[in-house]
């Protein structure tokens, strides 16, 4: 790169930031323009729509309830990854949409639940509804190479038989689809379809098409379902909860680039700068895929900005180190960049594919945390590989060569004896893992419960006030919810408003009728409610046995892809047996710090324990690549030992410096941020160190003993890796 080209690429460098800048952080502004104004907020940083259905079956039974709550879940899930679906008494299903307004644009486009029959010429039901896994609109070309629209059918294994039989008896007649008495669609048969898949075909619109399709998607439920009332809601959280989350990030920020600065110098300089395009490029993305933004995930964006830091400090490591060997600045960028390329790329596919698996296997939040990592990787790879490369290379092309700007020579740090102190440290990490599932046995034995479930996992009462007063979200958060926490017991209380209204829904644990009754009071007495209005049912928990079963099944999946990955890249088994093994050990940990500090186990703590996962595999990815590059290098002296030492010790800077940003970014979220941000960061908080701790003290050792036990490399018994010179 000229100089010509070098000043070109940092003027567009500092447009870009500028443009990024405006549309995002003001798009959070009060005037909400640019991307950031059409990114889709959850409930509780937007509030939503609130649809409650009643069942129009007597008595249904609880397998009926969960069948239908999941299948709602599934759909509605078109409209936001955080949409919920919950039980709401005996006979009552309650379902929350993020990011909309207009209740009557849900109903009308998720459909009345109802009956659905496919129905034969002689009026014989051929399957329901039941046997439909999934409708979807779909687009393609006729012979004249026209645009038509229709509808695929997928039906399940019992369905596909039924239709097979049916549709190769009547051959060029029609089997209606009748839906709740009335037929909505009459195709005609043309041939047999005995591969369980269907099109409806027909002069449809797209609208019409995606009608149909809806309609019959809502048939397939076990329960018919009439609407019971709908509501606007408001936002869970206050304005506030918001803006302390963005100026956490803010100056967490700013802190970050200040220590990189001060580690990396120019360098440092260059990926702040690639940080802040990062920062943009993933909000303007967001906005893109309408991906729908939590409280927990933007602390996610906020916690990845963090990590993103990560790939910067590999490269610039690297880049140092080639500097201590003697070679030129220019030399220097050039092979710093090509050394860091494996661990950053693998790091990245790993945390990647498990990304990938969670979103075609999760469900809920699962998915919408999956979206949020996706993006996150994605964008970070590109900025660390290609955006500081530019900008770094431009700086030298315009002149800064010096190489104090890059460098501050340091002694060569020699090598750390780790694996003599492996017995150590696997005591420490069995102590905390043994300690965590004695105090999750004690609680369970003292009716505490191995944990402190929130709402999302155990359910509770839903209470709806009528207050004399519209009350704000922050005023009800001062005056309200401390009430009802010091009558209930319940710490983790949820609010929300209902739109056009004085109606305020309260959740809380299951409260007895004593409780109930004794809250009904003190609201009567501290606000003047009118305590014969006040009405409250049980709900169940958001996240229902399927989504928990999506999620652990989701989970072991993407480990099984992981190692596979691992074991590909690396060609040994022992490298992925032991990143898993470690991978395990720090959700055995925090699972522990979730026990010992009654941390409220809810939606957060999916998210939590996802991010750890991720953090975990990426920090023992790095030190494996050291090792697999010293293992190329090995010469006939150095042992299995002296190689793993060499290389923990090598990358401990990198082990601190990424820990030490990831962890300034959640701390300012933890001092910042209103109670649920804080819930969610201090159990990251641990998960972080414990990463750390993990990466540099367990992954290595594991892998080493694996080695020695299973690849007959025996290392002398005493290795003090300081004695070489």
């Not at 990024?20 to 950031?36: D, R, S």
């Not at 209470?463 to 209930?488: C, G, L, N, S, W």
């Amino acid at each position: 790169m000229n100089k010509s080209k070098g000043i070109i690429s940092l003027i567009v460098t500092a447009a870009l930031i500028a443009l990024l800048g405006f549309t995002t952080i003001v798009g959070f502004g009060k005037g909400h323009i640019g991307a950031a104004e059409n990114i889709t907020l959850g409930l509780d940083l937007a509030g939503g729509v609130s649809i409650t259905y009643q069942v129009k079956d007597k008595n249904p039974s609880s397998e009926e309830m969960s069948d239908t709550i999941y299948k709602l879940q599934r759909r509605v899930e078109q409209y936001s990854t955080e949409a919920t679906v919950y039980q709401e008494g005996d006979d009552r299903i309650n379902i929350e949409i993020p990011g909309v307004t207009d209740a009557n644009t849900i109903l009308n486009d998720l459909g009345k639940p109802g009956s659905l029959e496919f129905v034969d010429p002689n009026g014989e039901t051929v399957i329901t509804g039941a046997d439909v896994q999934t409708a979807t609109a779909k687009s393609g070309q006729d012979d004249m190479k026209n645009t038509e629209y229709s509808v695929e059918l997928t039906l399940n294994e019992e369905g596909k038989k039924k239709f097979a039989d049916a549709t190769t008896e009547f051959v060029g007649q029609i089997i209606e689809i009748v839906y709740d008495g009335e037929t909505i669609s009459d195709p005609q048969v043309r041939n047999p379809i005995t591969g369980g898949t269907a099109y409806i075909t027909g002069n449809f619109t797209f609208e019409e098409a995606e009608n149909l399709a809806s309609t019959i998607r809502i048939g397939g439920l076990k329960l018919e379902l009439e609407e019971l009332r709908s509501n606007v809601v408001g936002a869970q959280l206050g304005e506030q909860a918001i803006s302390t989350s963005v100026k956490a990030g803010a100056i967490g920020l700013v802190v970050v680039f200040l220590f990189m600065i001060w580690a990396y110098l120019l360098p440092g300089f260059a990926s702040s700068l690639a940080l802040l395009i990062y920062t943009g490029l993933v909000f303007v993305i967001l906005n893109a895929f309408e991906v729908t933004l939590t409280l927990p995930g933007l602390a996610g964006i906020i916690l990845s900005i963090g990590m993103a830091v990560d790939a910067n400090v590999i490269i610039f490591a690297r880049v140092r180190e080639e500097m201590t060997k003697g070679k030129s600045v220019r030399n220097s960028l050039k092979t710093g960049f090509q050394k860091a390329m494996s661990a950053i790329v693998d790091g990245n596919v790993t945390t990647l594919i498990a990304a990938a698996v969670l979103w075609l296997r999760g469900s809920g939040s699962v998915k919408g945390f999956a979206q949020t990592l996706a993006i996150g990787i994605i964008v970070s790879m590109f900025t660390a590989l290609v955006v500081t490369r530019l900008i770094i290379y431009a700086f030298y092309a315009v002149g800064l060569k010096k190489e104090r700007l890059y460098y501050k020579p340091k002694p060569e740090r020699q090598p750390i004896d780790f694996l003599g102190k492996k017995k150590a440290f696997f005591i420490i990490s069995l102590v905390l893992i043994i300690g965590g599932f004695a105090v999750m046995g004690a609680g369970a034995a003292g009716g505490r419960g191995a944990f402190s479930y929130s709402l999302e996992f155990e359910g509770g009462t839903s209470t709806t006030v009528e207050f004399d007063k519209d009350y704000t979200i922050d005023e009800i958060d001062a005056e309200i919810v401390p009430i009802v926490e010091d009558v209930t017991g319940d710490a983790n209380v949820q609010t929300q408003k209902v739109a056009g209204s004085k109606q305020v829904i309260i959740k809380t644990k299951t409260l007895d009728l004593d409780t109930r009754e004794a809250l009904n009071q003190a609201l009567e007495e501290d606000f003047g409610v009118d305590a014969s209005t006040i009405t409250a049912e049980n709900i169940s928990s958001t996240i229902s046995s399927e989504m928990r079963k999506d999620a652990i099944v989701a989970v072991i999946a993407a480990t099984i892809c992981m190692l596979i990955y691992i074991w590909f890249r690396f060609k040994d088994i022992r490298f992925a047996a032991s990143a898993v093994t470690a991978l395990l050990h720090d959700v055995l940990v925090v699972l522990a710090f979730y026990a010992v500090s009654r941390i409220s186990v809810g939606n957060t703590f999916i998210a939590c324990m996802l991010t750890i996962v991720g953090y975990s595999i990426n920090a023992t990815i790095v030190i494996f690549d050291r090792i697999r590059e010293e293992l190329r290098l090995k010469t006939k002296t150095a042992n299995l030992a002296e190689i793993v030492n060499k290389s923990i010790t090598q990358t401990l800077t990198r082990s601190i410096y990424t820990s030490l940003t990831t962890f300034i970014m959640v701390l300012f979220l933890f001092i910042m941020g209103v109670s649920s941000m804080r819930e969610f960061a201090l159990p990251l908080m641990a998960g972080i160190l414990v990463g750390a701790y993990s990466s540099v003290c367990i992954t290595g050792a594991l892998w080493y003993m694996m080695k020695e036990k299973l690849g007959g490399e025996k290392a002398p018994e005493k290795v003090s890796a300081k004695k070489k010179k």
